[in-house]
């Protein structure tokens, strides 16, 4: 049995580690520290899904019910499968790129991976908003500190401002199941959730919706998002689309489907045709982009905004479509955003119209890179495919109209495809014509990522058996 | 045990990235030899004892998804049309790509018959659109092959974005399909077309039909794979012939009693007549030699498409079989052209006064194929095509005969003008395909006399087959006048002139204009976007001068912050007991 507070425990040495490695100017990298404390935890998981995990239950403050417990929930194994794998990818693009203020990075870094993973397993949900915050603001302070020198000022800010914006609709919302079950207990919450008045429910959605919609994020409160995607450093873009963007849909699922479905089913048109218009709209938009990284910034929220309608359906169909989806957008996303980034590195520019031609140069990354995109276009055998039938199957059988959002899969296509042609077909340029391939290590972290996918792609079952599981 | 006919090509594709060199080629093949002789085994075994295997994909609360392959003489017949073709092709391309310096052909070349095998065996809808999906993608990477060049590049972008809007269609159609049958097995939908509602039964039709006329590259959608000829030959040869736009021909004959079930057959047919003048006609223009094939694949396919409507399924099969071998054998006889000459234009291959050879031989059998002429193979499958055609239907497919034949001989005439000097090829990769391939075409007439003990097939040997055949001998005997003796150079030139007017260009230029402007809508709407986030930012900008403003509160004072967060931290506790 592995012990839930364990990867809090592993962070925390971790973070400890670093600041003595600091202080006592040790000679031990950074780097060393937080790929130890993060293999652990994947191992920790891993060897958690073959034996169990324990669960935890301290009482801290009974007046307001606030304990320390941790217990898993239902959903928690595939947010946490992500959480706990993709920042152990993501660390070497973290540390080709992070040059300054490297302790202070990791620390933020490891903060962010344990509240991540703790956000997905609180049963209290004071203990989960403690988490849900920490794992923003460790997100703000990397914006902010190491982002891109223009933009990060203004970038970071706007990041803070919507969030917290969520994260105080999002409090509001718990202390609304708090005056009407008398708890905090997520468990305790779910078993009385049926008695809180129909119209409480409405107020508890639609201040749910904020929160979601922000974070997630879907049309109109996208605002923040594409500044944010394009100034974090990119393993802080990876954190944020492959993770930090989950958590809607972990608060939506969890507080939404499970907790208030009279009130959900009540506004599904509504809910579905915010998921079908940012489907559409975003995929127009984003076929206007020509930096890559916004492209990829702006395409993420389609799959979101999938996600998004399959929970709406309420259906069993449409609700592991969407797991299926969390968990295979963040593979994907941390992907593109790698290969991204490493075609920045060699040609100093995000600007797809002054590439092109470096397939002959790099044929490893070119192979990732055309893997990745056929594989977010959703192509049966890699893992969003599953995710976008089932999606679809759930929002169908309850709203046919929703067949409408495969215009804007249509239109993803178009950009994918240019994205491809325009990067790494055609003539090279002469000043691109000595730049070389990925390296081994590269290579190495581009597989990992895409056996995931692989894997996710072809036995979808592997991930769905992961829903359901509690203590 | 079904599933074992593709295996040896999905191991072809993860073994050829570890090895060098020549030994990609010899894996491949072998692999296609394997899956070839496990068809043929297949296919005595289960021969009119049709089976099917399913297993359990996923499950998704309590609804399972199964995938299944089915084993019926048709699958198998299919297979191993597919996987003997595939073998010619590798072995050609043994010949064609012998000097390819990228590695990834063979393992493309093998991903790509993996999944056409896969589509061709499977029984579940689910499966199929897998492999049907599949099949675009690796046709996409392999068109695209020579990317370095723009038009390969743009010509596969084009090719996949065209067939995916098919593609999505097709998607939609499993989502209808299964929320309403709640199965996605293919012989179970067909047993239960009647229980579909009528509205619902055209929604799924129109979306199956969009999705067939974009794989088989019928009009509104054939222009990608005219321009797909940018790819390398031994591609084409394999796209045209029993994989990708025969994807689209088999799932129109694999799902025909549904569209007749919803009154589609008119449409299908209408759809067919118009495609194959409009490819007739554009075939007659054309002077790169492997774009008149392509028009005259995209014609036969109408055949097909014309045989499915007038409820012959057998013919539309008896058809692709023939035209699998026939076009296939063009490709290379074109290709082993490339390489001797170093062009496809046929007026260059004309002025070019060398000798072609014995590639003359295989030329003619395989332009008279195109033609329909007797004694070919091509001469009895159109027999069955026209078996259950009305009399209308008859007098359109006569003109359409001659049209055929004007423009395949044209070509053959052109091409393969006077000349001197031997230019014999010597390789054998490159001759033994050709030559196995004419003597089917050749002597595979008399199969489709035991065809219908395989599969149900109409077909009629009546007075309608010798006009017909006169029809195209007239087209013959007309482009032997205009083209090979040269009589009236201005009728040709004039007619020329004409068909440039509504040439693929016109069509094609609107298709590009419509993109254009999408574009434009796009980069519109980004801006609206863009204003909206600045909006936010001004708003976000406001904040901070604001919080400039009341810098005075922040005054560093370290028990003032503490007293103003527990006073905060009062309010809302106040406020929650007193409106709680």
């Not at chain 1, 067949?403 to 691109?432: H, M, P």
């Not at chain 2, 009009?219 to 321009?227: A, K, N, Q």
């Not at chain 2, 001004?538 to 604001?546: D, H, N, V």
């Amino acid at each position: 049995m592995i012990y839930l507070f364990s990867f809090l425990l592993m962070a925390l040495i971790g973070v400890i580690a670093l600041i003595v490695n600091t202080f006592l100017k040790c000679r031990l990298s950074e780097e060393k520290i937080v790929a130890s404390v993060i293999l652990a935890s994947v191992v920790l998981f891993f060897s958690g899904l073959v034996f169990g995990f324990k669960s935890i239950s301290v009482q801290l403050v009974s007046s307001i019910d606030f304990s320390f417990s941790l217990q898993l929930n239902g959903f928690s194994l595939p947010f946490m499968l992500i959480a706990v794998v993709v920042p152990a990818a993501v660390l070497w693009t973290a540390h080709k790129e992070i040059k300054q203020n490297k302790t202070l990075f990791y620390i933020f870094y490891l903060l962010a991976y344990a509240s991540l993973i703790s956000v997905f397993i609180s049963y209290n949900l004071i203990l989960l908003f403690i988490f849900w915050e920490a794992a923003v603001l460790s997100l703000f302070f990397i914006i902010a500190f190491w982002g891109d020198q223009k933009t990060r000022k203004g970038a970071s800010i706007k990041f803070l401002v919507f969030t917290q914006l969520s994260s105080l609709t999002l409090l509001a919302v718990f202390i609304l199941f708090f005056s009407y079950t008398g708890s905090f207990n997520l468990g305790v919450i779910q078993q009385l959730s049926a008695l809180i008045p129909i119209g409480i429910q409405y107020i508890i959605l639609s201040l749910l919706l904020v929160t979601v919609l922000i974070k997630m994020p879907l049309f109109p409160l996208h605002a923040w998002l594409p500044d944010a995607y394009t100034s974090a450093p990119t393993s802080g873009t990876i954190l944020l689309s492959s993770l930090l963007s989950k958590m809607g849909g972990f608060a939506l699922i969890i507080f939404g489907f499970e907790m208030i479905p009279s009130a959900m089913s009540g506004a599904q048109p509504f809910l579905i045709a915010i998921g079908l218009l940012t489907v559409i709209y975003i995929s127009i938009v984003a076929t206007a982009q020509r930096d890559l990284k916004r492209l990829f910034s702006y395409s993420s929220m389609i799959y979101m905004a999938l996600i998004f309608i399959g929970i709406s359906s309420l259906t069993t169909f449409g609700v592991d479509g969407a797991v299926l989806l969390i968990v295979s957008h963040s593979f994907i996303i941390a992907l593109l955003f790698i290969l991204s980034a490493e075609l920045y590195d060699r040609t100093g520019t995000y600007d797809m119209s002054k590439m092109g031609g470096l397939a002959s140069k790099m044929p490893v990354l070119s192979f990732f890179f055309v893997f990745s995109v056929l594989a977010v276009m959703g192509v049966p055998g890699l893992s969003n495919f599953v995710g976008e039938l089932l999606v679809f199957l759930g929002a169908y059988s309850v709203l046919p109209i929703s067949l409408i959002g495969l215009i804007g899969v249509i239109i993803s296509t178009n950009y994918y495809l240019k994205a491809i042609k325009s990067t790494l077909f055609g003539q090279i340029r002469a000043t691109f014509s000595k730049l070389g391939d990925v390296s081994r290590l590269d290579t190495l972290q581009l597989l990992l990522l895409s056996a995931f996918v692989v894997l996710a792609g072809v036995l979808p079952g592997l991930i769905l058996s992961l829903v359901g599981a509690t203590i | 045990m079904i599933y074992l006919i593709v295996i040896p090509m999905l191991l072809a594709v993860l073994l050829i990235p570890f090895v060098s060199g020549k030994k990609s080629f010899l894996i491949s093949s072998v692999a296609a030899a394997i899956s070839l002789a496990l068809s043929s085994f297949f296919f005595f075994e289960y021969f009119n004892r049709p089976a099917i295997e399913s297993v359990t994909w996923f499950t998704s609360g309590s609804i399972k998804f199964t995938l299944s392959m089915s084993a019926s003489n048709l699958t198998l017949f299919m297979a191993i049309l597919v996987s003997f073709i595939s073998l010619l092709v590798l072995v050609f391309s043994n010949f064609y790509m012998r000097d390819e310096p990228q590695r990834r052909y063979y393992s493309e070349m093998s991903l790509f018959i993996f999944s056409m095998l896969g589509l061709v065996l499977s029984n579940s809808l689910l499966l199929f659109y897998v492999f049907w999906e599949l099949v675009g993608v690796t046709s996409y990477l392999l068109i695209g092959f020579w990317y370095g060049r723009e038009a390969p590049a743009s010509a596969g972008k084009k090719a996949l974005l065209l067939t995916r809007i098919g593609d999505i269609a097709f998607f939609a159609a499993l989502v209808v399909l299964f929320v309403t049958l709640r199965t996605f097995s293919i012989s179970t939908i067909l047993a239960d077309v009647s229980a579909i509602g009528p509205a619902t039964l055209s929604i799924v039709a129109s979306l199956l039909f969009i999705a067939v006329i974009s794989k088989s590259a019928q009009f509104p959608f054939y222009t990608w794979l005219v321009d797909a000829m940018e790819g390398p030959t031994p591609v084409s040869a394999l796209l045209h012939s029993a994989t990708m736009v025969a994807a689209g021909a088999f799932l129109l004959v694999l799902m025909l009693p549904l569209f007749i079930e919803a009154g589609f057959g008119i449409v299908i047919l209408s759809f067919g007549f118009f495609t194959a003048f409009l490819a007739a006609l554009l075939a007659l223009k054309e002077v790169h030699l492997k774009r008149i094939l392509a028009y005259s694949t995209i014609e036969s396919l109408s055949f097909m498409f014309i045989a499915a409507a007038t409820a012959n399924a057998g013919g539309a099969i008896f058809y692709l079989f023939t035209h699998a071998i026939f076009k296939s054998l063009l490709f290379f006889i074109a290709g082993a052209l490339m390489v001797l000459f170093g062009s496809y234009d046929i007026y260059k291959l004309k002025s070019s006064k060398k000798n072609k050879g014995w590639l003359f031989v295989p030329a003619i059998i395989g332009f008279s194929s195109i033609a329909g002429l007797p004694p070919f193979m091509s001469f009895f499958a159109h027999l069955g095509v026209s078996a259950n055609f009305t009399l209308a239907d008859s007098l359109i497919f006569l003109l359409l005969s001659f049209l055929t034949a004007l423009f395949s001989f044209r070509a053959l005439f052109v091409a393969f003008g006077k000349g001197s000097g031997p230019r014999p090829i010597k390789n054998m990769y490159a001759y033994i395909p050709i030559i196995i391939l004419s003597a089917i075409s050749i002597l595979g007439g008399v199969l489709l006399f035991y065809f219908s003990g395989v599969i149900l097939i109409n077909y009629s040997f009546d007075a309608f087959s010798v006009i017909s055949v006169i029809a195209s001998l007239l087209g013959v005997y007309v482009a032997f006048e205009l083209f090979s003796r040269s009589r009236l150079p201005s009728a040709v030139s004039r007619s020329k002139a004409a068909s440039v007017n509504l040439s693929k260009y016109g069509w094609d230029k609107i298709i590009t204009a419509f993109g254009g402007s999408f574009m434009l809508f796009a980069v519109w709407i980004g801006r609206v976007d863009d204003a909206f986030i600045r909006l936010f930012s001004r708003l976000g900008e406001g904040f901070i001068s604001l919080a400039s403003a009341s810098r005075a509160i922040e005054n560093g004072d370290a028990t003032a912050y503490v007293a103003a967060v527990l006073l905060g931290l009062v309010i809302i506790i106040a406020v929650a007991v007193v409106f709680v």
